[in-house]
């Protein structure tokens, strides 16, 4: 047996119960926030809120996975040439799906709430709209057609792709934030700095360190990221988090109330 | 290079006319549009001190007994109608809620906004 015909195999082996904890680990971080959220504070509003505002929580942590799957190759798992398009685009057309059942559900479910389609509606909703009209556009100027009509070549793609993902990011961050449904105990700020933290650190570290990676000190045992990040350094590592969650959910609970 | 800044420069005063026109349209929308029907029943709210909604009472902001007439026709608070009456009832609603204790509807936006039958 040749070298070349036994990589698969091992490749193959080693991948699936990775792909298994990766697929895992999404499901929790997508439904996590928003079962703790309730679990800190129910929202007591008839089982449709719940629900509706659950969804529209999916979508916007499938809004931010989509942020820390751009750190690729870096992150893991290692997503590249047309899967990384394939998977990153199947999960953008889940966001507008979800996102399309919290907003359009709510306009059925609560006639009342067809008011909030006005230009007189709140900020935070204005910004859910918007939000949700980027999510469109972005979702249709991926197709490829329509990608080579709207944008011709790819640095202009890639130019309004990153522009209108991150308004309509910063647009849901303020719609979640400014509602006050949830966040208006300490406890659902520090979940929120915590995760926020993470994801920003995780991002960064991908992106900027690639011998820092997370993905290759957790995952990678051969690396020498996983060889040097040593005993002393893991709890500064994790000191750092906490204190940093703290000051952070702290300042923006004073802030907020 | 200057064909580039000049695009820039047109499209930032492109979006500063919309957005300045959006805004100038948005605060006209909140004057002029009629309050939407709000239930109330005072018989339902005896455990609640007068002054905490009747707040001109007290604070000598003017002596009119309902609401709308300051908080429609008033230009310095006219912008914030729907954050007010949300923040006094919901707010109270759902403290109440998470102590426990019996209140009104703290979501359904049907539930209050419906015709006024009640004293």
């Known amino acids: 047996m040749t070298y070349k015909n036994k990589k698969p195999e091992s490749v193959k082996h080693k ?8 697929l895992g680990g999404l499901c929790v971080y997508l439904f996590m926030p928003y079962l703790s959220l309730l679990f800190f504070r129910p929202m007591l509003a008839g089982s449709y809120w719940d629900l509706l ?18 750190a690729r190759p870096r992150s893991w798992p290692k997503l590249k ?10 999960l953008a057309f889940a966001l ?3 996102s399309s059942i919290h907003g359009f ?28 009209l980027f999510f469109v556009y972005l979702c249709l100027a991926s197709i490829r057609p329509l990608k080579q009509r709207l944008h011709g070549g790819f640095l202009s793609f890639r130019f309004s792709h990153a522009l209108l993902s991150i308004l309509a990011l910063v647009a849901c961050l303020y719609h979640v934030v400014a509602a006050g449904f949830y966040f208006d ?16 650190s995780y991002y960064a570290l991908n992106r900027l360190g690639p011998k820092l990676s997370f993905s290759k000190i957790l995952f990678d045992s051969d690396s020498k990221a996983h060889s040097q990040v040593g005993t002393s350094v893991k709890p500064t590592l994790f000191i750092g988090l906490v204190l940093l969650c703290v000051l952070f959910s702290g300042g923006l609970y004073v802030a907020a109330n | 290079m200057w064909r ?40 339902d709210h005896n455990k609640v001190g007068c002054a905490n909604c009747h707040h001109n009472y007290v604070d000598g902001t003017g002596r009119q007994y309902g609401c709308y007439q300051c908080h429609k026709e008033d230009e310095t608070v006219n912008l914030l109608v729907e954050e007010q009456f949300h923040g006094l009832c919901r707010d109270c609603h759902r403290d109440l809620k998470h102590m426990g204790k019996e209140s009104g509807p703290v979501r359904q936006c049907g539930a209050c906004h419906k015709p006024d039958t009640q004293p």
Not at chain 1, 15 to 22: G, Y
Not at chain 1, 123 to 131: E, K, P, V
Not at chain 2, 14 to 24: E, G, V, W, Y
Request: proline fraction near 3%.
């Open chain 2, 4 to 43: 580039q800044i000049s695009w820039a420069a047109g499209l930032l005063l492109i979006f500063a006319a919309l957005a300045s026109a959006f805004l100038s349209a948005r605060k006209e929308s909140l004057r002029e549009a009629p309050l939407l029907e709000v239930y109330f029943a005072h018989k």
């Open chain 1, 185 to 200: 105990r300490y406890a659902a700020w520090a979940l929120f700095s915590l995760l926020f933290v993470l994801v920003v």
């Open chain 1, 81 to 90: 040439g047309d899967l990384f398009y394939w998977w990153h685009r199947l």
């Open chain 1, 15 to 22: 991948t699936l119960p990775l792909l298994l904890f990766f």
């Open chain 1, 96 to 98: 507008l799906l979800l």
């Open chain 1, 105 to 132: 559900g709510f306009l059925i479910l609560e006639p009342v709430t067809w008011e909030y389609l006005s230009l007189r509606s709140p900020w935070y909703m204005l910004c859910a709209w918007l939000a949700w």
């Open chain 1, 53 to 70: 505002n659950g969804v529209g929580f999916v979508a916007f942590g499938l809004c931010i996975y989509l942020f820390i799957e751009r």
